[in-house]
């Protein structure tokens, strides 16, 4: 991974100004210069290591807890969050790609879950799911929403969803297992699994199952098949099992939880009973303990080339591990429906040598223009990934 000269100046520029903690970048009407204070989430960005030509810039502060993302057709982006129990609705009116208008939507019980259809909103809470019909004319007004259903299992363990709109019209609803380990199909057989159904709640059915937790799924923009991370099982040690990038080719597919792991890591529990053999195994294996949520496959045109069609994961980072792992974007090139190779893309939110973060990623979402938004729950921001194919940016 190289930094761009043009990086380098910039946090030269920053490690100057932190005598201050100010950096002078913006000019006053008499075209005199003002000082702007430089935060933690500017200080952040500037350690982060990206290809050659691209920037990353805050789109929205302050948007605490930021998870799941979805836009409207008129601009409008929603954010969902977990533990804050608020929904987002962000503007930028002016067309500069940074935020200025950010409010609380709603208040709700864990509305990680949203996704866009037709111009509503809908929001998956852990056990239920509303609807915003023409979600972008009611705001501003006295918010009109309708529950679409309210029985599934509500175990907040693994419970928080993340939810989306298939090429089929279906959408897809996952349901975490309520537990580290465990078989508890026969109580609900949702447990560990994604299901499907109609926009209104009717013909579900289960899509996907053995899937521990997956927090992140998409398709694939030629083939429309589905791809979803799933997080591995924790107390096993520091190095396994692997997390997991999958791919469904078939509806009903069994992806091994809680039986095996990874593909190949039988579980010391449940492992007897049945072989890993008999499961659908990983399309990658991920690193133990990255917990990967948020994937995309690129679509946009401001990048180059040679990214179009490429998968890109937010791995959120560990919590459990004795040195931390994840805390980055991780880019997957896939070939006839193959995963093969992978490799960092932006790395830097967590600090090696002092172990600490200053960012955890969840979410991605390819804007109009090419450039990509990554959502920050540690940070409380959105921001905006570019591509400036610049003298100064292509610089070694």
């Not at 979805?70 to 929603?78: I, K, R």
């Not at 987002?88 to 409010?103: H, L, Q, S, V």
């Not at 069609?309 to 090139?333: D, L, T």
């Not at 600490?356 to 920050?376: C, F, N, Y």
């Amino acid at each position: 991974m190289k930094i761009s000269f043009l990086k380098l100046i910039m946090v030269i520029a920053v490690v100057t100004s932190l005598h201050s903690c100010k950096e002078k970048n913006k000019e006053n009407n008499d075209g005199t210069t003002k000082e702007i204070e430089l935060d933690s989430t500017d200080l952040a960005l500037l350690k982060l290591n990206l290809p050659e030509g691209f920037q990353i810039d805050v789109y929205a502060r302050g948007v605490d807890g930021a998870r799941s993302m979805a836009m409207g057709d008129n601009g409008t982006l929603f954010v969902g969050t977990r533990t804050e129990n608020k929904v987002y609705a962000i503007k930028d009116t002016n067309g500069d790609f940074k935020a200025d208008n950010i409010m609380v939507l709603d208040t709700m019980e864990v509305p990680n879950g949203i996704a866009m259809r037709n111009g509503d909103l809908y929001v998956a809470q852990v056990g239920s799911l509303w609807k915003y019909p023409n979600i972008e004319e009611q705001i501003g007004g006295e918010l009109e929403k309708e529950l679409i259903y309210d029985d599934f299992p509500t175990e907040f363990h693994h419970g928080w969803k993340y939810i989306a709109f298939g090429p089929d019209d279906k959408l897809y609803v996952p349901v975490g297992a309520p537990c580290n380990i465990c078989n508890r199909t026969d109580e609900d057989e949702r447990f560990a699994t994604i299901s499907r159904m109609d926009p209104d709640g009717s013909n579900r059915e289960i899509y996907a199952r053995g899937v521990r937790n997956s927090v992140g799924f998409t398709w694939h923009p030629d083939t429309e098949q589905m791809w979803f991370t799933d997080n591995g099982r924790d107390m096993l040690g520091d190095d396994i099992p692997p997390c997991e990038l999958n791919t469904v080719t078939e509806a009903g597919q069994h992806f091994g939880y809680p039986f095996c792991h990874g593909g190949m890591v039988k579980d010391p529990e449940f492992g007897d009973l049945r072989p890993c053999s008999d499961f659908v195994a990983p399309a990658l294996q991920l690193d133990a303990h990255v917990a990967p949520l948020g994937i995309k496959f690129y679509t946009g045109n401001m990048f180059p080339s040679e990214y179009k069609g490429k998968a890109f994961i937010a791995e959120h980072g560990s919590w459990n591990r004795s040195k931390k792992v994840g805390y980055r974007i991780m880019m997957v090139q896939i070939e006839d429906g193959e995963a093969v190779n992978s490799e960092p893309f932006i790395n830097g939110w967590l600090d090696e040598s002092e172990q600490k973060a200053s960012g955890r990623p969840v979410d991605m979402l390819v804007l109009k223009d090419g450039s990509m938004l990554i959502s920050d729950d540690f940070g409380d921001a959105i921001y905006r990934l570019s591509y400036s194919d610049t003298a100064v940016a292509s610089n070694n």
